[in-house]
């Protein structure tokens, strides 16, 4: 009876060993360099984004925190990496509506559950989906696309950031509401395609706005229609997709999150931090440019927030993988 209540006393006392440990390291972090790793490839808004947090949170803690991009499977191999780091807060990662709600759902090897297999931190912005087009389509308005695509024989090719992101949902759900083919052509990230766009390779896309919104304005690409509610006051002459016909509004939103268990210390500061960087007035004109949104949630409230996209995506992107497995 002795050995085993001091063997008790032994493992309790190790126990809290290990937490004052943990939480010693917590209020030590950082003490060296941070990875947030952008699940595609730079170009995009989960670059731009985490590019703005990353230099704010360097300055703020007088610590480096660097970008990774890890493109690739509509952001799974990236979330992949967050998911499986050490939860010891110097591996953050850029998650977002396609690697933590849609991509799991077109990808059974995916390996991680997009809400319990991370800890979430703030949410960071969400860009409307726009769809543009190539002007040797021959299409200006959405009714001209319509018009094409409904008499072509053969399917639209169209581009997005990847089997599974949000652009690649909102174009199979466009062309199974209006009545036209597509074949999609995933890439690694919203840089690639558009440059595939640019040349004329591909006719049509549906990316995040502000991947394509510097050659929207230089009229390189034209846009057709957006997903925000109201249309953009620095794009007055873009419809939103409720002025063609359709109900969609929508945002494609990025976030900052870590692997599960993640000590508090660590979710609060930089939660703290990364609010406050969304809030400067330099950020916000950058985000204007672009249609980003940010909003101010809790790591609770923005749990809560994913919980809800999840039950309002999922189960479309489940009909769309049913009918349209991934390529």
Not at 148 to 170: C, D
Not at 192 to 200: E, F, Q, S, V
């Amino acid at each position: 009876m002795l050995m085993l209540r001091l063997r008790a006393i032994v493992l309790t006392a190790a126990a809290f060993a290990c937490l004052a440990g943990a939480s010693a390291q917590a209020q030590n972090w950082p003490n060296r360099p941070v990875r947030i790793i952008a699940p595609f490839a730079a170009g995009g808004a989960a670059d731009t984004l985490g590019r703005i947090i990353a230099d704010h949170l360097s300055t703020a803690f007088r610590e480096q925190f660097f970008i990774e991009n890890r493109g690739g499977a509509g952001g799974v191999v990236g979330a992949q990496a967050g998911a499986a780091a050490e939860p010891d807060g110097y591996t953050l990662v850029v998650s977002s509506i396609a690697s933590n709600v849609i991509s799991p759902v077109f990808n059974p090897k995916a390996g991680y559950d997009g809400l319990r297999d991370f800890t979430h931190i703030a949410y960071l912005g969400g860009p409307p989906v726009v769809m543009i087009v190539h002007p040797s389509l021959g299409a200006t308005t959405y009714k001209d696309f319509l018009a094409i695509a409904r008499a072509s024989k053969e399917p639209l090719s169209y581009i997005s950031p990847g089997t599974g992101s949000h652009g690649y949902l909102v174009g199979e759900y466009l062309a199974q509401q209006e009545g036209y083919k597509v074949s999609h052509i995933p890439y690694k990230g919203a840089g690639p395609a558009l440059t595939d766009l640019l040349a004329g390779h591909v006719k049509l896309g549906t990316m995040t706005f502000s991947s394509a919104a510097e050659q929207i304005r230089a009229g390189k690409v034209l846009a057709l229609a957006v997903s925000t509610e109201k249309r953009i006051p620095n794009f007055p002459d873009i419809p939103t997709f409720r002025e063609v016909g359709q109900d969609l509004v929508a945002a494609t939103w990025f976030s900052l999150s870590g692997p599960a268990r993640l000590p508090s210390d660590i979710v609060e500061k930089t939660s703290r931090e990364t609010l406050k960087a969304m809030q400067l007035p330099e950020v916000q004109k950058r985000l204007a440019l672009d249609a980003i949104e940010s909003r101010l949630m809790s790591p609770a409230e923005f749990t809560k927030f994913i919980e809800a996209e999840t039950a309002r995506w999922a189960p479309i992107a489940k009909q769309l993988a049913a009918t349209n497995p991934p390529q």
